[in-house]
């Protein structure tokens, strides 16, 4: 886990035109800007998204309300993210001349840090949550008609509880830091990296266990639906679980993606800072921040699946329905050929 020990984290002294210039940059206003516009996009395509969920019951209802809290806890993130990143913004012009005034102290940021990362934790932990939900219906096939909606509600109310819980746990022992200036509430200092605040190896461990256990599901059901089987609701319920399976692992697996880019490039970048202090500045630390293009991305796959499955669905339909007229006419012709 990160080192929150009592000197983990030192000033970093920089001369006031260099703080002026790093909050003033043209850089860092268009990308406020910039996410800001991408965080409203996410929020659109999101509540599309909750409505197509809504109104097609693709998934079961455990999944869909995971999915739901998903969209939702990622858009709350952005809320988070963009209040941040906004004031931050705000004081950039306000106090575009003062240099002590226009930085952000640990203490002004101690309730906006925590919760951002509470809600990156949030965003990881909800995906444990569907690949739990997964892991019970494999094992309790039989049982999995029962209560659906309870489940999905508890496993929500769990992953809310356990990640809210860790963010807290990590920041608890000498917080806030005092003496630490940062450009935005995001992290406890960024004006060069450093990467004890970032809590990369807890959102690392997170991804990588959901990516395990998606690859896992997905071999498992996959060949479990070839087994041969007589009755045709349990033949259903495979081939419905492994397509449900499918979309779920494979929104956890771009989360992983979008934090192993996010992790590897904070560790490239702080080690060529060591030699060009300028690729560890916050202006640039800030373009590689991926989570808000993981709620824009997920919107969009869920709805793909959704069309998937649902096409899917019709053209399996009308072919068995196709057969059975063809049978039918097949019988009333044999009956007219003996009368």
């Known amino acids: 886990m990160e080192d929150y020990s009592e000197n983990a984290f030192t000033p970093i002294f920089v001369s006031a035109s260099d703080i002026l210039n790093l909050r003033t940059a043209t850089q860092f206003r268009f990308y406020v800007i910039y996410i800001d516009l991408v965080c409203l996009v996410s929020l659109l395509l999101s509540i599309f998204t909750i409505r197509q969920l809504r109104a097609k019951q693709i998934f079961n209802k455990?999944?869909?309300?995971?999915?739901?809290?998903?969209?939702?806890?990622?858009?709350?993130?952005?809320?988070?993210?963009?209040?941040?990143?906004?004031?931050?913004?705000?004081?950039?012009?306000?106090?575009?001349?003062?240099?002590?005034?226009?930085?952000?102290?640990?203490?002004?940021?101690?309730?906006?840090?925590i919760t951002n990362s509470c809600l990156r934790f949030l965003y990881i932990a909800i995906e444990l949550a569907l690949n739990a939900d997964r892991v019970i219906v494999i094992l309790f096939r039989k049982y999995t008609h029962c209560y659906p909606t309870i489940r999905g509600e508890v496993l929500n109310i769990i992953a809310v509880i356990g990640s809210f819980a860790l963010g807290w746990i990590l920041h608890i022992e000498g917080y806030p830091y005092k003496g630490i200036t940062t450009t935005s509430c995001f992290r406890e200092t960024d004006i060069t990296i450093n990467l004890r605040s970032t809590n990369l190896t807890s959102y690392t461990i997170l991804s990588a266990s959901c990516a395990l256990l998606d690859c896992f599901m997905m071999w498992y059901t996959w060949n479990d639906r070839k087994h041969s089987s007589f009755d045709l609701k349990s033949k259903y319920l495979k081939v419905e679980q492994h397509y449900s399976l499918l979309a779920v692992s494979l929104n956890s697996l771009l989360q992983l993606l979008v934090t192993f880019i996010y992790t590897i490039s904070m560790y490239v970048l702080q080690e060529m800072s060591k030699t060009n202090q300028e690729l560890g500045s916050a202006n640039l630390l800030r373009w590689f921040y991926t989570t808000p293009y993981s709620t824009l991305l997920v919107p969009i796959q869920i709805s793909f699946f959704i069309q998937w499955i649902g096409n899917r669905r019709k053209r399996r339909i009308n072919h068995v329905t196709k057969e059975s007229f063809t049978q039918e006419s097949y019988f009333n012709k044999l009956s007219n050929s003996w009368s």
């Open 62 to 113: 455990s999944i869909t309300h995971l999915l739901m809290a998903s969209l939702v806890y990622g858009n709350v993130h952005n809320a988070n993210y963009t209040i941040i990143e906004t004031w931050s913004l705000y004081r950039s012009y306000y106090y575009s001349t003062d240099s002590i005034n226009i930085m952000f102290t640990n203490e002004e940021c101690v309730l906006l840090h």
